[in-house]
């Protein structure tokens, strides 16, 4: 059995997590059969992936939260950024929320014209159809 013998830094450990959730959602997506493009580099620009279509493109930030409480007020991160949509993935729970990108500081997760979804393929694809 293989053994993990690095230790990684608590913020190294926390960006690793970030970007499994990055992985599971390019592979949902191309599962269902969207083209999934990952920048090079996000910087700046707040796109976490790029998914198409023959007619369509849509820009996808990605978080993760530590928390169960689906009403938590989340933090508008991509100010100024041209994105289409956040996913967001409770890392306590087993559910996830689709937004699409505000301009206000902060709103409730669980807002109106939020669509959760239970985190796994089938239930996240379905919640995807209905944006």
Same mark, same amino acid.
């Given at each position: 059995?293989?053994?993990?013998?690095?230790?990684?830094?608590?913020?190294?450990?926390?960006?690793?997590?970030?970007?499994?959730?990055?992985?599971?959602?390019?592979?949902?997506?191309?599962?269902?059969?969207?083209?999934?493009?990952?920048?090079?580099?996000?910087? *700046?620009? +707040?796109? &976490?992936? =790029? @998914?198409?279509?023959?007619?369509?493109?849509?820009?996808?930030?990605?978080?993760?939260?530590? %928390?169960?409480?689906?009403?938590?007020?989340?933090?508008?991160?991509?100010? *100024?950024? +041209?994105? &289409?949509? =956040? @996913?967001?993935?409770?890392?306590?729970?087993?559910?996830?929320?689709?937004?699409?990108?505000? %301009?206000?500081?902060?709103?409730?997760?669980?807002?109106?014209?939020?669509?959760?979804?239970?985190?796994?393929? =089938?239930?996240?694809?379905?919640?995807?159809?209905?944006?």
């Amino acid at each position: 059995m293989p053994v993990k013998n690095a230790v990684l830094k608590q913020t190294t450990l926390a960006a690793h997590k970030q970007l499994s959730y990055e992985q599971l959602l390019s592979a949902w997506l191309l599962s269902d059969g969207w083209e999934v493009l990952i920048p090079v580099i996000d910087h *700046g620009k +707040k796109t &976490d992936l =790029v @998914v198409a279509d023959d007619d369509s493109f849509y820009r996808i930030q990605v978080k993760s939260i530590q %928390t169960k409480d689906e009403s938590i007020r989340v933090e508008n991160k991509w100010q *100024g950024a +041209k994105i &289409d949509y =956040v @996913v967001y993935f409770s890392t306590l729970g087993d559910w996830g929320y689709i937004t699409p990108a505000f %301009t206000e500081a902060n709103r409730p997760l669980n807002s109106q014209g939020h669509i959760r979804f239970c985190k796994n393929s =089938v239930n996240f694809l379905k919640a995807f159809k209905r944006i």
